[in-house]
């Protein structure tokens, strides 16, 4: 099986590779893993059926054109197209819903699955409570306790109060981009201990559920999946 994972940059896509490459292994799924970081989420276009302009390089930007061209080159294979982004400050139900159309409207020979983080991608780092307390035995206990999971609550800024409890005001006064960087390292070193069936993320949670449904697991011999990343 092949797996098209598009995601919205490179330190997101750390945690979302990790996660589904342990849900391949763990369910017996033999797949090699194509991930697509961008740069940004950006915006769907105003037509979809155009094409891109020529320096488009965000995930929304490219997606129709994208699930157009997966369509033509994928159609008659073994594959599953995977969209993960942040919901950000949209809706999520809603985002879905659209995301979800554009995926049936471009890529309607494939088999498609839509992840959205609540808030961001660090609400699935903040679901695995054991993988942060592996990565950061200093970790502030108080502060993850304090955290409602998957809130619209400024999900970053509530990272790095865990996970830097000494330093975290400074930081989240330093902004972009110089955040990026940080937000990189925290997913990179967190993502080593990340195990699918300890995270208690809701929107994860769903995500897992209709991967697997997607790719109508239990069969096949457990194999570790080939990872291939390249940024859009």
């Known amino acids: 099986m092949r797996i098209e994972i598009l995601t919205e940059d490179k330190s997101g896509s750390v945690a979302v590779e990790k996660l589904i490459r342990l849900i391949c292994i763990n369910e017996g799924i033999d797949a090699d893993l194509y991930v697509r ?3 940004g989420c950006g915006s769907l276009p105003q037509n979809w059926s155009e094409k891109p302009h020529r320096f ?3 995930l929304l930007e490219l997606l129709p054109a994208k699930c157009r061209a997966y369509n033509d080159a994928l159609k008659n294979t073994d594959s599953v197209l995977i969209v993960v982004m942040d919901s950000d400050d949209n809706d999520p139900e ?3 819903k659209q995301l979800s159309l554009v995926c049936n409207k471009y890529a309607p020979d494939l088999k498609s699955v839509i992840g959205l983080c609540v808030e961001e991608v660090e609400s699935w780092l ?14 502030d206990k108080k502060a993850l306790e304090e955290y ?5 609550c400024g999900t970053w800024e509530a990272l790095c109060k865990v996970v830097c409890p000494d330093t975290y005001d400074r ?3 330093i902004g972009y981009p110089a955040i990026g960087e940080y937000k990189a390292r925290w997913s990179k070193s967190i993502s080593r201990y990340l195990k699918p069936e300890n995270n208690v993320s ?3 949670k769903a995500f897992r559920k209709s991967f697997l449904y997607a790719v109508k697991m239990g069969s096949g011999s457990v194999k570790k999946p080939k990872v291939h990343t390249r940024t859009f």
Do not use: M
């Open 94 to 96: 809603e985002l879905k």
């Open 202 to 204: 809701p929107s994860f």
């Open 126 to 139: 903040l679901g695995d409570h054991e993988a942060i307390a592996c990565a950061y035995p200093d970790y």
């Open 37 to 39: 970081p961008h740069r």
């Open 56 to 58: 488009a390089s965000s």
């Open 171 to 173: 930081i989240i006064d």
């Open 148 to 152: 409602t999971q998957d809130s619209v």
